[in-house]
Nanobody, 123 residues
Framework: QVQLVESGGGLVQAGGSLRLSCAAS?????MGWFRQAPGKEREFVAA????????YYADSVKGRFSISRDNAKNTLYLQMNSLKPEDTAVYYC???????????????????WGQGTQVTVPS
C-alpha cells in the first residue's frame, strides 16, 4: 500500500500561483491530480506517465497548470498559474500501482489517493 500526502494548498488571489506537491511512500506508475469543488463531482485536472514526459490536462486548466514528477524523490507536482476563482476546490493526488495504464484521466483507474489539499481563490 502506497501512501500519498499532498501539500502546498492555500488561499491565493486571482491571477496568483501555487505549487502543489504529492509525496508518495513508495514507487508509483501513472499519477494524476483531480479536484472537487463544493457541490460538484470530482474532476480530472492533469496526469503524467511514470516516465514523465508531457502532461495531459483538462481543457479548463490547459496553458495555466503544469504537472511534473521527480521519481528519485517519489514526488508529484502541480504548478498552478493564473489562478481563477473557479479553480477553488480540494485537490487530490492519485497514483496507479502498476503499469496497467500509461496515463489516465479516469479516476476509477487510480489505485491510491491522497487526503486532499484545499485551494481557495476568492472572487
Amino acid at each position: 500500500q502506497v501512501q500519498l500526502v499532498e501539500s502546498g494548498g492555500g488561499l491565493v488571489q486571482a491571477g496568483g500561483s501555487l505549487r502543489l506537491s504529492c509525496a508518495a511512500s513508495g514507487r508509483t506508475y501513472a499519477m494524476g491530480w483531480f479536484r472537487q469543488a463544493p457541490g460538484k463531482e470530482r474532476e480530472f485536472v492533469a496526469a503524467i506517465a511514470w516516465f514523465g514526459g508531457r502532461g495531459y490536462y483538462a481543457d479548463s486548466v490547459k496553458g495555466r497548470f503544469s504537472i511534473s514528477r521527480d521519481n528519485a524523490k517519489n514526488t508529484l507536482y502541480l504548478q498552478m498559474n493564473s489562478l481563477k476563482p473557479e479553480d477553488t476546490a480540494v485537490y487530490y493526488c492519485a497514483a496507479v500501482r502498476d503499469d496497467k495504464v500509461v496515463v489516465s484521466s479516469t479516476s476509477s483507474e487510480y489505485d491510491y489517493w491522497g487526503q486532499g489539499t484545499q485551494v481557495t481563490v476568492p472572487s
